[in-house]
């Protein structure tokens, strides 16, 4: 079987191999487990080194269809987007045409140009993979509902399994609530949730993208506003992105130089040791599909603060699991300061946390794309 992967990450060529952000590849090895061939369409570029997040595709068989990376964000961008285009969508005809399964990773400029490519292959197996916010009562771009219209209309994408985060009454048949995993059922060891108390140290974290959409200068002022109120607090955050520079100068304009840490990207055992050692994470973001960081620090009873975006109040068990928060520094400052002063409440919510992350398995998460992949079979 050959399956198609269509996509807009950039897919990075380092001494014959080929490597991409690393929870996406992940996902995609355990795809492809079951296929013959990986045929990728995708931006592709030639690297002397791996990124620390990156890792590598474990297929002995991959096919690449390398496409031109565009955006629509500027009028030079629209310009180029233009221009490459038709060649593009002549690609795309062409690579689904020699697959027999065909999987698109939306949204995205490559997903939208995919969800309506798959239009003109009613008769293969198809999958969809969402993974940005599918509530339709939130604000989204315009080519995220246009593909939200196509994928969700089973007139359109016929033989297509959309597997979306979260669960939303009123969706059309194809649409599949689905889930994302990190760890795997032999790590799930015990371990109790950290005491706390205002005496002792409060371990804050952060993962995720340093740019405007996850708001890590928030989790940085948060951080700030504890230590004002007497609290001992630390903050590390993990990841890299357009406003390290700026998170930079507010850490040292802010004299806290000692207390917050840029790590910048990480290996994933580094950031599952700072989820062991963490109280909260405090993770502000705008919009979200599948948070991982959330339910990886939900794992290993690390308590989420975080928004209502999404299906997050889902995996929080509106509230039950975590604490769900507007994007205001004092209303996180007050969650964390009411979980110190009841650890009882603290520690109830990161042993709920931990029980409900651990439902959702590596192992769970293959079985379940196994039987997309049999369906092409």
């Known amino acids: 079987m050959r399956f198609l992967i269509v996509g807009h990450v950039i897919h990075k060529r380092v001494r014959g191999r080929v490597f991409a952000y690393g929870p996406y590849v992940r996902e995609m090895n355990v795809w492809a487990k079951y296929v013959d061939e990986l045929a990728i369409l995708a931006p592709f570029q030639e690297h002397e080194e791996a990124d620390p997040i990156d890792i590598a595709f474990e297929h002995p068989n991959i096919l690449s269809h390398p496409v031109s990376s565009f955006d629509t964000l500027s009028f030079a961008g629209k310009m180029n987007a233009a221009a490459s285009l038709p060649g593009i969508l002549l690609s795309?005809?062409?690579a689904m045409r020699n697959a027999d399964h065909i999987h698109l990773r939306c949204p995205g400029n490559m997903g939208l140009i995919g969800s309506i490519a798959q239009i003109f292959f009613p008769d293969k197996i198809k999958t969809a993979k969402y993974a940005g916010n599918w509530d339709k009562s939130s604000y989204r771009p315009k080519s995220y509902q246009i593909q939200q219209s196509i994928l969700g209309n089973t007139s359109l994408s016929k033989n297509m399994s959309v597997l979306v985060y979260g669960e939303w009454p009123g969706e059309s048949k194809n649409i599949k609530p689905f889930f994302t995993a990190t760890y795997s059922n032999h790590e799930r060891i015990d371990i109790q949730?950290?005491?706390?108390?205002?005496?002792?140290?409060i371990r804050l974290v952060f993962v995720g993208t340093l740019d405007s959409g996850k708001q890590p200068n928030l989790s940085i002022e948060v951080c700030h506003r504890l230590r004002e109120e007497g609290i001992n607090a630390k903050l590390d955050l993990f990841g890299e992105g357009e406003l390290r520079d700026n998170l930079k100068n507010l850490i040292s304009e802010s004299d806290m130089k000692d207390h917050i840490f840029l790590h910048g990207n990480r290996p994933?055992?580094?950031?599952?040791?700072?989820?062991?050692?963490?109280?909260?994470?405090?993770f502000i973001s705008k919009s979200e599909g599948w948070?991982?960081?959330v339910a990886e620090a939900m794992f290993w009873a690390c308590v989420p603060i975080t928004t209502k975006v999404s299906c997050v109040p889902q995996m929080l068990g509106n509230?039950?699991?975590g604490e769900l928060v507007e994007d205001k520094v004092e209303e996180v400052v007050k969650a964390v300061i009411g979980h110190i002063q009841d650890p009882?409440?603290?520690?109830?919510k990161a042993q709920k946390a931990m029980l409900w992350s651990r439902e959702f398995t590596l192992e769970k998460f293959e079985s379940e794309i196994k039987k997309m992949i049999v369906r092409a079979a």
């Open 291 to 293: 948070p991982k960081a």
């Open 92 to 94: 795309t005809l062409k």
């Open 193 to 201: 949730p950290r005491a706390i108390d205002s005496s002792q140290e």
């Open 319 to 321: 509230g039950e699991r």
């Open 268 to 282: 994933s055992n580094e950031i599952k040791e700072a989820f062991q050692k963490s109280h909260f994470l405090i």
């Open 344 to 348: 009882e409440k603290y520690l109830n």
